[in-house]
T-cell receptor
């Protein structure tokens, strides 16, 4: 079983929808939780990172961490076609990062 | 945010030639750099981890003599694909992490698409 499991998708939503992207993990030692966005044929771009349980908001994006349930989410409000990409969750412990396999999101105009 | 520059973005070469890919941290010192390989619509596959001034640590199944990694300075790491063959065609991505930043966060380059004919 993988240490990090990410909802596989793909996910297709209409423009303006609220999107929820989710990952679960098994290692309670993970300390940092990150979300990356990867456009086709590009390297992943860091969107947000959090250190503790709770919510962190940045514009239309909200990262949520629930350490007790070992569950993290990324919410995208008012989704736009430009949000169409693959989203990767990642977590670190002792300097080592473990990535989810990614969820591909398509936002249709 | 921290910037990682990767060059070239695209390279096409003949079978049997060697290709070098550069990864530079532009505004921070990268104490650790990582090299990944990614096939279309698949997840990132870690190839190796390198710390400045030390030999790289390769993941199981990655040929050290095939994929030469050098991390000679705190801002530059290179990946050389030696005697490339068509099966080496892939998307290669570097990332870097630095003590001056949130230590556990990796920042990625834009990737290099290698096509071996």
């Amino acid at each position: 079983q993988k240490e990090v499991e990410q909802d596989p998708g793909p996910l297709s939503v209409p423009e303006g929808a609220i999107v929820s992207l989710n990952c679960t993990y098994s290692n309670s030692a993970f300390q940092y939780f990150m979300w990356y966005r990867q456009y086709s044929r590009k390297g992943p771009e860091l969107l947000m990172y959090t250190y503790s349980s709770g919510n962190k908001e940045d514009g239309r994006f909200t990262a949520q961490v629930d350490k007790s349930s070992k569950y993290i989410s990324l919410f995208i409000r008012d989704s736009q076609p430009s949000d169409s990409a693959t989203y990767l969750c990642a977590m670190t412990n002792a300097g080592k990062s473990t990535f989810g396999d990614g969820t591909t999101l398509t936002v249709k105009p | 945010g921290a910037v990682v520059s990767q060059h070239p973005s695209r390279v096409i070469c003949k079978s049997g030639t060697s290709v070098k890919i550069e990864c530079r941290s532009l505004d921070f010192q990268a104490t650790t750099m990582f090299w990944y390989r990614q096939f279309p619509k698949q997840s990132l596959m870690l190839m190796a981890t390198s710390n400045e001034g030390s030999k790289a640590t390769y993941e199981q199944g990655v040929e050290k003599d095939k994929f030469l990694i050098n991390h000679a300075s705190l801002t530059l790491s290179t990946l050389t694909v030696t005697s490339a063959h068509p099966e080496d065609s892939s998307f290669y991505i570097c990332s870097a992490r630095g003590d001056s930043l949130a230590k556990n966060i990796q920042y990625f380059g834009a990737g290099t698409r290698l096509s071996v004919l």
